[in-house]
């Protein structure tokens, strides 16, 4: 079983950037799709953004303009460039299998919180 391991998450103010990488030790990380899931409290776990083998991209409705992501194959690693945070961004942030959640163990994810 793969275990992925986030990272990068962090305290920031309405309006501020954070960059979360995933380091995901998959064989062939180059041929299979990747997201980026959020779990906030009281919350129901949330697709934000995928991106496919192909490099084709899709992002749930509330980040779509303020979200990107990517991934760098050769690192084994997706990356989730988050700008003009807003309090409603604040979660446990995830990654994993953007078509099955529960393809890959979860990881510990990393906590992004937005407050002023």
């Not at 994993?96 to 002023?116: F, L």
Request: aromatic content about 10%; overall charge positive.
């Amino acid at each position: 079983q793969v275990q992925l391991v986030e990272s990068g998450g962090g305290l920031v103010q309405p309006g501020g950037s954070l960059r979360l990488s995933c380091a995901a030790p998959i064989r062939y990380f180059s041929d299979v799709p990747m997201g980026w899931y959020r779990r906030a409290p009281g919350k129901q776990l949330e697709l934000v953004a995928g991106i496919s083998s192909a490099g084709s991209t899709n992002y749930a409705d509330s980040v779509k303009g303020r979200f990107s992501i990517s991934r760098d194959n050769a690192k084994k690693t997706v990356y989730l460039q988050m700008d003009s945070l807003k309090p409603g961004d604040t979660a446990v942030y995830y990654c994993n299998d953007p078509n099955d959640s529960d393809r890959y163990s979860w990881g510990q994810g990393t906590q992004v919180t937005v407050s002023s």
